[in-house]
């Protein structure tokens, strides 16, 4: 699919990345038996097929102020979910917007930083045109939360 077969040094490879993206080649490559030249070749090939997208961190939401979160389900009128999409996209709240197929059209990551942040974001998404319905989803606590 991507042009470029992965073997099981790549996917040690992109193991360690995914657990800490700063993790240094060197490292990588003593901890795989590999030198520090091969990982940097490795990663290369893997950034250009498209395999590695981008390097990334992992933000605590309560630190920043967000702690409410939420999932909003949202469906919008058919021919506009791409406008939709994009304006769910330029509010700051919002952390992840993922196209579905099922009863809902979108499923967006929120934040907020009380209950009544959290009303007035929902307020503004349901203002959205063409935004049909919306439901909220409080998350309570996060047992495990992963960047895939």
Same mark, same amino acid.
């Given at each position: 699919? @991507?042009?470029?077969? /992965?073997?099981?040094?790549? #996917?040690?490879?992109?193991? =360690?990345?995914?657990?800490?993206?700063? =993790?240094? @080649?060197?490292? &990588?490559?003593?901890?795989?038996?590999?030198?520090?030249? =091969?990982?940097?070749?490795?990663? $290369?090939?893997?950034?250009?097929? *498209?395999?590695?997208?981008?390097? %990334?961190?992992?933000?605590?939401?309560?630190? /920043?102020?967000?702690?409410?979160? *939420? @999932?909003?389900?949202? $469906? &919008?009128?058919?021919?506009?979910?791409?406008? +939709? +999409?994009?304006?769910?996209?330029?509010?700051?709240?919002?952390? +992840?917007? #993922?196209?579905?197929? *099922?009863?809902?059209?979108?499923?967006?990551?929120?934040?907020? *930083?009380?209950?009544?942040?959290?009303?007035?974001?929902?307020?503004? &998404?349901?203002?959205?045109? $063409?935004? +049909? %319905?919306?439901?909220?989803?409080? &998350? @309570?606590?996060?047992?495990?939360?992963? $960047?895939?």
């Amino acid at each position: 699919m @991507f042009g470029v077969e /992965l073997d099981e040094i790549d #996917y040690k490879i992109l193991d =360690t990345l995914r657990r800490d993206a700063r =993790t240094p @080649f060197t490292e &990588v490559g003593r901890d795989l038996g590999i030198s520090d030249a =091969t990982v940097h070749v490795r990663v $290369n090939k893997m950034m250009d097929a *498209g395999i590695i997208k981008r390097y %990334t961190i992992v933000v605590d939401e309560e630190a /920043l102020g967000r702690k409410v979160r *939420g @999932f909003m389900l949202i $469906n &919008v009128n058919p021919g506009s979910l791409e406008e +939709a +999409a994009n304006q769910l996209v330029e509010n700051e709240r919002v952390s +992840a917007v #993922y196209e579905i197929h *099922g009863p809902n059209d979108l499923i967006v990551k929120v934040g907020a *930083g009380s209950l009544d942040e959290m009303r007035d974001l929902v307020l503004k &998404v349901r203002e959205i045109p $063409n935004v +049909a %319905t919306s439901e909220l989803i409080t &998350v @309570f606590k996060v047992w495990k939360e992963k $960047n895939v």
